[in-house]
């Protein structure tokens, strides 16, 4: 079994009107408190950190599920929306992703079915969804477009 290792380092000054940075590999970014809760609303903040992270391991694994099952596809486009409630403290508490996958094929019903399997597969096979699994509702609300 392989294990994978990622590494962030990040310093953080103050508190809800504070700021910070973080630091990875492929990412480097100042961090605060999202103006909407009262921060400085500078760089990113973890509510993007964690829907970025959602959405971009749904993407890969979707695109990844579709290979697998041979289906032809040029794109796949997403907007997700996050909801944070203050409901017991504040906690993620679902999302919605809106992928579109634009096809190299014509749609037909065994296609959307076919395609409907593989979104489901590949919200169960995400890991960044596996993490939160439980914890935060996670919706797909999919279209497809036939570029033929």
């Keep these: 079994m392989t294990d994978f290792s990622f ?3 990040g310093s953080w000054t103050g508190s809800w009107d504070g700021k910070g940075m973080i630091q990875t590999a492929g990412l480097n970014s100042a ?3 999202d103006s909407s809760m009262s921060g400085l609303g500078i760089g990113t903040n973890p509510d993007e950190l964690m829907i ?3 959405a ?3 993407m890969i694994t979707l695109g990844i599920r579709l290979k697998k099952e041979a289906i032809a596809y040029a794109r796949i486009d997403i907007r997700t929306e996050a909801v944070v ?3 017991g403290g504040l906690q993620l508490d679902r999302v919605v992703h809106h992928p579109r996958i634009f096809l190299k094929e014509t749609l037909t019903d065994e296609l959307t079915e ?3 399997q593989c ?4 919200e169960q096979d995400c890991v960044m969804a596996k993490a939160v699994r439980g914890n ?3 919706r797909i609300d999919p279209a497809f477009t036939s570029l033929i």
């Design 114 to 116: 076919r395609l409907r």
């Design 85 to 87: 409630t203050n409901e």
């Design 52 to 54: 970025s992270a959602l």
């Design 119 to 122: 979104i489901q597969k590949a």
């Design 31 to 33: 961090i605060s408190v």
């Design 7 to 9: 590494t962030l380092e």
């Design 56 to 58: 971009s391991c749904y």
């Design 136 to 138: 935060v509702a996670i």
